[in-house]
Structures are given as C-alpha cells and as structure tokens.
C-alpha cells in the first residue's frame, strides 16, 4: 500500500503545487503574468486593480506606463498590432465624420480605408501633408481628425507638425500623428500640439524583428479616453502578456538603438548622395532635402533610421541591386537592430504610386564602413 502523503488526488495536487507563490520574489527583470483571470476575496472583491487580462494585466500596464511616460502623454493604450492602433483611433470616430490623411501615408492605412472605414460612413481626402495650404483647403464642416505621418512611409516627406496643429485646433479638429519611424527619441509629438500619438510597436520600440504590436498615447484624460479605453477592452484587440513583456525590454534599449540606427543612416545617406548610380536619397538628414528645415526643427537628435534611394535604371536594374546587397536582408518591415532593404512598388502592387526606382532602407546597429562597403560592391 502506498503511503498517503496528501489529503488530495493527483491533478488536484498538480493544480495546487503550481499556484502562484511567486508574487515578491524581488526579480530584476519583471515576471510575465500570463493570467487571464485573477482571484476575488471573500467579499467578492478583488485586492487589486487585476480582474480579467482583456481588461487589464500587469504587463500590459507596464508597457502602457512606459509608452505614455516617453510620448509626455497622461493616457498609454498597448495593442495586438499598429494596425488594431491605428483602427481603434478611427473606430472613436463615428458615421459622417471627415478624415484628411497624408496622400502617401502607410500603405496599409489606406487598404484599411477601403476595405473597412469607407463602408462605415467615414470619409476621407488624401492631401499633400507638406503643403499646409492643401491641409487648409480639405477642411470641411464634418472634418473631425488630421492623421499625420512624419517623416513618410517611403518617400520621406516631412509634415509640419506645430503647423498643422494649430490650424486643426483653430477648428476643434484632433490630431493624431503615426510617430513609428521617429520614435519618442527623436521627435515627441504630444509637445509640438498633437492630441494623439500611434505607434506600430512592431518596429523600433520592440527592436528585434520578434514581436507584434501597437500603442496609443493621449496628452489629456476625458472623454477621448474612455472610448479608446472601450474600444481597447470590448472589442480586445489586445497584445498578449510576453509580447507586452517583450516590447517593454525593447523600450529599455531603445534609445542606444535608435541613435546607432540615425548615426548609421545620416552617414550612408551623406556617401550615397555622391554616387553617380544613385539618382536621389530621400533623407530628411541631407539638406538638399525640401524640408530640412522644419525637419530639424520638430525633430531632435538625428533625423532617423530609415532612408530610401532613387536608382539611376528601371525596376529590373534597381532589384538587381537589391539582390547584390549582402548586409541587407531583403524584407518587409523596420526598425530592427539588423539592416534591411526593400523594393517597396512590388510590396505595395500596382496601385502604388511608389517609383519603380526606389528602394527603401531600414538602417540596423551593424558597423556603417561594412554597411557602405556593402553598397559599394553592389552598386559597382
Ligand atoms: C508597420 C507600420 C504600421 C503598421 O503596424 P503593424 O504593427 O504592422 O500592424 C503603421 N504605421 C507605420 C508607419 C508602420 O511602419
């Protein structure tokens, strides 16, 4: 017979073994909560602010602190993607409401626009963000929101922000700026007059090519808030604990990534501007740019890690470029610490007014004389 050590079965014993007993262990790195629910007193009441993880988790809190302390914003909201971000901004809006958008904002904005939004009853117009005149002319008496995107995705125009801002506010008309390629480093929307910053976490504040995601930060509390925070919770498109855990590592090397990242792409951009295969470099870094001026103005310490560069051929000619490159992985997305290169026309297809010619670069952490060394044996 053997002997009875406890008064339970075996898979009760397996449950009560593994309860959580680890709570004050006093880690460096924070534990992941991977709890979906969390326990009640005997009134019913729970210890803490945890009830329910789509509602909230301690590592979503986390993240949501970080993000809202780096934007200077009083609200963070962390998502599953930039793309549940961006849709939640827009699910706040409601049937009748205008729109004005950049006309090359993320390529995916505008699919989710037509596929999406544009049967919702909201309408749009697509401008030239660099021209404040063209923003001014758009407005309509049902403009309820300015999207802004700067530097742009891939041409790298600029959009004043300051600018735009000011004339939206004269309008009651919120703002909200896509502040993914800048990052919180470089440029801090919120203080130029922004309502709203977006973020695909996915790039620059996870780092590593390894984890989905995408935030929301508000500069003021009220009603904004508790309907993004509705729109968060009910409809749930909501990152999961690790991915929470792991953009919140990225955020703490963030900055010595990003100013590697920005060094590394203004002095690529500087040797690939005197090429005599290059046709353009689109870096807002180079002052040949159109608007380096106010680039330099609303951005601070560096303008970037990414760039993109005008082939001097047709489309065969710049992929085959591309193809030479050795250092730069060909694929889709940024902001990782590895460099990659991508031929954006066949990415974004044949509505695309992106030219044949251009070929985008998301600069890594590796060493620039390798990274211009690489583009002089595929350029030769
Ligand atoms: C990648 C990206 C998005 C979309 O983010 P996902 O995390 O892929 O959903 C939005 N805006 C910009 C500027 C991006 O680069």
């Known amino acids: 017979m053997p002997k009875k050590h406890q008064p339970f079965k075996f898979e009760t014993r397996a449950l009560q073994s593994t309860k959580n007993i680890i709570n004050k262990v006093h880690a460096i ?8 629910t ?37 609200t963070g909201f962390a998502f599953g993607s930039g793309m549940a971000a961006i849709s939640a901004v827009f699910q706040s809006l409601k049937t009748g409401d205008h729109v004005i958008l950049p006309d090359d904002v993320y390529f995916n904005l ?22 404040i005149e063209a923003v001014s002319h758009a407005l309509t008496r049902h403009t309820r929101l300015i999207w802004i995107e700067t530097p742009s995705n891939p041409q790298l125009k600029i959009s ?8 939206a506010h004269a309008h009651q ?14 440029q801090n929307p919120l203080d130029l007059g922004a309502d709203i910053v977006v973020h695909s976490s996915t790039k620059y504040l996870g780092g590593h090519s390894d984890v989905l995601g995408g935030c929301i930060i508000l500069k003021e509390s009220g009603s904004l808030e508790h309907q993004i925070r509705s729109i968060q919770v009910q409809m749930g498109a909501i990152p999961s604990p690790f991915d929470c855990w792991l953009i919140s590592r990225g955020i703490q090397t963030l900055h010595l990534r990003i100013t590697k990242q920005t060094e590394n792409a203004q002095k690529l951009a500087e040797w690939l501007y005197d090429q005599p295969r290059v046709n353009r470099v689109l870096y807002p870094g180079l002052k040949d740019h159109p608007d380096h001026a106010i680039a330099a103005q609303q ?20 992929r085959s470029v591309a193809n030479k490159l050795q250092l730069f992985t060909q694929a889709t997305s940024l902001g990782g610490i590895e460099s990659l290169v991508e031929h954006r026309k066949s990415v974004e297809g044949p509505e695309s007014k992106t030219p044949d010619n251009l070929l985008r670069l998301s600069l890594g952490i590796e060493h620039v004389e390798d990274l211009i060394g690489d583009w002089e044996q595929a350029l030769r």
């Open 29 to 36: 790195s924070p534990p992941i909560y991977l709890s979906s």
């Open 38 to 74: 969390f326990e009640r007193n005997q009134e019913g009441k729970y210890q803490d602010r945890y009830k329910y993880s789509r509602n909230d988790n301690p590592n979503r809190r986390t993240l949501e602190k970080s993000i809202s302390t780096l934007e200077y914003g009083t």
């Open 110 to 131: 505008k699919l989710l626009i037509k596929d999406v939004f544009n049967r919702w009853g909201l309408s749009f117009s697509f401008v030239n963000m660099s021209d």
């Open 160 to 167: 004043n922000i300051p600018g735009i801002c000011e004339l």
């Open 173 to 186: 008309i919120l703002t909200a700026v896509d502040n993914t390629w800048p990052t919180p480093v470089l």
């Open 299 to 318: 951005m601070k310490g560096g303008f970037g890690g990414m760039l993109s560069l005008l082939i001097d051929g047709d489309e065969i000619q710049t």
